[in-house]
């Protein structure tokens, strides 16, 4: 059977890898549009590269009049999970010799200022009361929060009532760096990657199976596949309308830039901070505002980033122009776009505001939430990756969704966040929604308890013994040290 995958990021590695583990058999094939794997959203500075296990993003924990909710707060973190066991496991087979080459232990912080104390101890109670958070340690103490996280603290008065929580075995992950190291492991399983291959179209040969048009380093080419998987970032879109199938026709994409500041920083400075740190978004703004304070490992050196900056730039991938948007927009398509603009006009003239922000105003931004920070390091904008979100049925929506075609020869995987974090939970999904036979049989599934112990979500969000099992399993693979035992 003849499997093309279109995207060589973080997504279509993993695709590959699975693809190829449970069965060696798969003539298994990447065409990306770039000249190496994980350069588009993947790449180090073009995503938020939390490791995201919710635990310090307060928009996954949602307060509705004192009432919090934290079940997408669970899941999140149970899929993180999920994505370290498998990550666990490259590094235990030798396919990924050094995890600190892609993973590096990083405190995660909550902080916020008094107006919003109240609603952070009833996140920090609920949440502390699970076994995904039972190590989270909360403080109204200057000085403590200040030894967790110096940067925000050291330019703050002293009477200003803050509050904040910690956990000290969360991650920084570069997730460029990582699938360059899968992209190199699924050539070693045989996986055939090509670069600089640009798709035109895709369709239905008469004999069923799929025509991939591209255009590769300047000449037509065209590639078969029996089964095709298109795992390409924002550019699914596109590729999904010219695959006439009939519920493209629900889909189109919302997109939506961003920005960071950007500080290069010692090896001491990181040591001195080495946290990513999340405070509250202001009234009224979207939660893709929420700013945060990360520091972020890439290629041996260390940087602090700001942000986000969103910015609304009708493209759909980073490198891509405005025509390529347009080339993909299809009538039936506006009135979606009408009406996400209508309902969330707020969103929209937030995103355009935040296009025009200059360098000032971001620095003013940093100031606000880390006083004195804009001076102590020497900042500078850098331009994300680019999101696309899901408008469906003419609803705009956040998330991953996984989609297969009924005769299951077509997937893709359309959304923005968490993304890249639970890619390997993710990628399982569709895998076995796209080739359910492939994972049926018994070498196959002792295959998949070797790649994931445990990737059942109920069960770890329901068995604390199981949970902690395989957690602390997966973090002294990946270096992370726990001295968690529960």
């Known amino acids: 059977m003849k499997v093309t995958i279109i995207g060589a990021g973080i997504m279509g590695a993993t695709f590959a890898i699975l693809a190829k583990e449970l069965a060696p058999e798969l003539d298994v094939t990447i065409l990306e549009r770039l000249d190496r794997a994980g350069a588009g959203n993947s790449w180090a500075f073009n995503n938020a590269g939390t490791g995201h296990e919710a635990n310090c993003e307060l928009n996954y924990t949602p307060v509705d009049e004192e009432v919090i909710s934290v079940e997408k707060a669970l899941k999140i973190h149970a899929q993180f999970n999920v994505a370290k066991q498998f990550w666990a496991y490259l590094v235990n087979k030798g396919a990924i010799k050094e995890p600190t080459s892609f993973i590096n232990q990083t405190k995660h912080c909550t902080i916020v200022s008094e107006p919003s104390i109240e609603e952070l101890k009833l996140r920090f109670k609920e949440m502390s009361a699970h076994h995904f958070f039972e190590h989270m340690r909360y403080s109204e103490d200057f000085d403590e929060i200040k030894s967790w996280i110096p940067f925000t603290m050291e330019g703050r008065a002293r009477h200003e009532k803050m509050a904040a929580t910690v956990i000290e075995t969360g991650t920084d992950v570069n997730f ?54 298109v795992g390409a970032g924002g550019g699914a879109f596109p590729i999904l309308k010219k695959s006439h199938l009939p519920f493209a026709r629900r889909f189109t994409g919302f997109p939506v830039g961003g920005r960071f500041l950007q500080a290069r920083i010692t090896p001491e400075q990181a040591d001195q901070y080495r946290a990513k740190t999340y405070g509250k978004a202001e009234v009224g703004a979207p939660p893709m505002s929420v700013p945060h304070l990360d520091l972020r490992v890439a290629d041996g050196q260390h940087y602090l980033l700001f942000g986000p900056f969103a910015s609304f730039k009708p493209v759909l991938e980073k490198g891509r122009g405005f025509v390529d948007y347009v080339r993909a927009m299809r009538l039936h398509d506006i009135p979606g776009l009408l009406n996400v603009a209508l309902e969330h006009f707020p969103l929209v003239k937030y995103l355009i505001s935040e296009t025009f922000k200059g360098d000032r105003s971001m620095l003013a931004a940093l100031d606000k939430f880390a006083p004195g920070l804009s001076k102590k390091f020497d900042w500078k904008p850098v331009e994300a990756g680019q999101r696309v979100q899901i408008i469906k049925d003419g609803d705009l929506q956040m998330g991953t969704e996984i989609i297969v075609s009924s005769d299951k020869t077509y997937g893709t995987i359309l959304g923005a966040s968490p993304g890249a974090s639970v890619s390997p939970e993710v990628m399982l999904r569709a895998l076995q929604q796209l080739m359910p036979a492939i994972a049926d049989g018994d070498d196959a599934k002792t295959k998949l308890k070797a790649m994931f112990p445990e990737d059942n979500l109920d069960t770890l969000i329901n068995n604390p013994e199981r949970y902690r099992e395989v957690r602390d399993a997966a973090n002294n693979s990946l270096g992370i040290i726990s001295k968690l035992s529960g």
């Open 176 to 229: 460029g760096a990582l699938t360059e190291l899968m992209a190199d492991y699924a050539n070693q399983l045989g996986v055939k990657i090509e670069y600089g291959v640009h798709v035109k179209r895709v369709h239905r040969s008469p004999a069923g199976s799929w025509l991939v048009e591209t255009q590769t380093r300047g000449a037509p080419v065209q590639h078969r596949a029996d089964v095709l998987f």
